[in-house]
């Protein structure tokens, strides 16, 4: 329901509605309907720029040379937002405002910091990581444990092997997304081939099907770059990433599923370089994936205090702040950008994921809160959203008041939260505002529809009034 609504008011020029679904609902703002159209394409069709440059800074794909990028710029009502469409640097959008676990996934692929392997493939070199290799790869998995074994540098001469395709097949290995030149699209689905990568040899064929058909039909149109993006992205990364997840934890905190790895467990400990002893379990990791993941790691690995090395030669370092239940799901977030939070351990993981530089973990922690909101916790849950700024579960949790306020009104934490809010303006006067109140009468006033709605939110309004007057305060 939220896909059509989006589609439906990129169409219409419902500015504030797409922004609610895009920044309050999360809905995805990349995805195609059944005419393999997207919510900027319609935005541009209809030339609503406000709508189109909003999707835009939000990370709206629209790159030149490209599918989407042409047929938006083909499609838009007027010159002002085909201008738009070419200065915006939409390549950057998605990175710097949208999505964590891209941004994480393209520095992963790019930070050669701790790269343990280099390819020279006719003499351009490719620094890369056998741990992600053989995660995504089962090719890779066996050449590392084979022909590669214990080697730091490889080289690739082949006369059929070309560097552009080389590039690209890394591009998918780290991102499951690529961008390859038409002239080598054969090359690429070839290597795809000969490295067993049958999703990704369908992709790019799917992707030149759908490139021919727009051509044939606009033949003043040059499309020199094809973007070659796997069936569910997201997905196929963090499934394969589970498996480097998986194998990174101690066998007393759960099994370790063997077989679903595509190379033997016991060889270097899955190119782990570095591990953690937390309340006595240790837990094994990779340098570059952890310090990519966030600063905190990345300060630690560097500084490297309190090491002690294990028999396999790879260092330790001891975590305190942390338990070992707690830090598991911090593990499986960094590698999967998903773990599994309760009710039992939320206000936890929210607490290290605080420590440990993680904000789309303690996103994650605030969506499980905002979707278990009760009318006795609400108070407290916003109390704690403003303790770790997480300014979206503020709102929700004032829209939850406002909604159930008849009950919330009557509990005593919430008087007490007016009371704060109101004694945290200093040297209050007559106009200064309640910040709860504000934002409860916000959600009240704002999305009224029908008569019955302002029946009902007159009387909302007449308990609050109620209530400043009980603890005598100006709201």
């Known amino acids: 329901m939220d896909v059509e609504q989006l589609f439906l008011s990129c169409r219409i020029g419902d500015l504030k509605t797409v922004e609610y679904l895009v920044d309050e609902k999360d809905v995805e703002i990349n995805i195609h309907d059944k005419w393999d159209s997207t919510p900027l394409y319609y935005a541009c069709l209809c030339g609503h720029i406000d709508v189109v440059y909003f999707l835009l800074t939000r990370g709206a794909k629209c790159e030149r040379n490209t599918f989407d990028g042409e047929r938006c710029l083909y499609g838009a009502l007027n010159n002002e937002i085909r201008n738009l469409l070419k200065s915006f640097k939409v390549i950057t959008a998605k990175i710097l405002q949208r999505n964590i676990f891209d941004e ?35 090719y890779f998995a066996e050449l590392f444990n084979t022909k590669w074994k214990n080697k ?17 097949l890394l591009e998918h290995l780290y991102t499951d997304t690529s961008e390859i030149g038409v002239d080598y699209v054969d090359d690429y ?31 003043c149109i ?7 993006e796997c069936e569910s992205v997201t997905q196929n990364l963090q499934t394969d990433f589970l498996k480097l997840a998986n194998a ?6 759960g099994s370790w599923p063997i077989r679903e790895l595509p190379f033997d467990p016991e060889y270097p400990s899955m190119f782990a370089d570095i591990g953690f002893i937390v309340e006595g379990y240790r837990f094994l990791g990779h340098k570059c994936i952890l310090s990519t993941r966030t600063d905190y790691f990345k300060v630690l690995l560097t500084d490297h205090f309190n090491e002690s090395e294990n028999s396999e030669g790879i260092p330790f370092l001891s975590l305190h702040e942390v338990s070992a239940l707690v830090f598991r799901q911090i593990m ?15 206000s936890d993981v929210l607490y290290t994921a605080d420590i440990y530089l993680l904000p789309g973990l303690k996103r994650q922690c605030a969506n499980f809160m905002s979707k278990n909101l009760e ?101």
């Open 104 to 138: 994480y996934l393209q520095r992963l692929q790019e930070d050669i910091t701790f790269s343990d392997i280099i390819f020279y493939v006719h003499g351009v070199r490719f620094s890369a990581h056998k741990a992600v290799l053989s995660s995504r790869c089962s």
């Open 152 to 168: 730091s540098e490889v080289n690739l001469n082949h006369q059929l092997i070309y560097p552009q395709a080389f590039k690209a």
């Open 189 to 219: 689905v070839r290597l795809a081939r000969h490295c067993k990568l049958d999703a990704l040899e369908d992709a790019v064929s799917r992707n030149l099907r759908k490139l021919y058909s727009y051509v044939s039909s606009k033949p």
């Open 222 to 228: 040059k499309i020199t770059t094809i973007t070659v």
């Open 248 to 253: 990174t934890q101690p066998h007393e905190l």
């Open 332 to 346: 499986y977030f960094i590698y999967t950008d998903s773990c599994e939070i309760s009710e039992s351990n939320v």
């Open 375 to 475: 009318v006795q916790q609400v108070v407290s849950v916003l109390r704690i959203a403003r303790l770790f700024n997480l300014y979206r579960l503020q709102n929700q949790c004032a829209e939850y008041m406002a909604t159930n306020l008849v009950k919330v009104i009557q509990l005593p934490d919430f008087a007490e939260l007016v009371q704060e809010d109101a004694h945290s303006v200093k040297e209050r006067q007559e106009t200064d505002s309640i910040e709860i109140i504000d934002n409860v009468r916000y959600y009240l006033t704002n999305f009224v529809q029908t008569f019955s709605d302002l029946q009902e939110t007159k009387e909302k309004l007449v308990l609050i009034d109620q209530l400043l007057e009980e603890l005598d305060l100006n709201g």
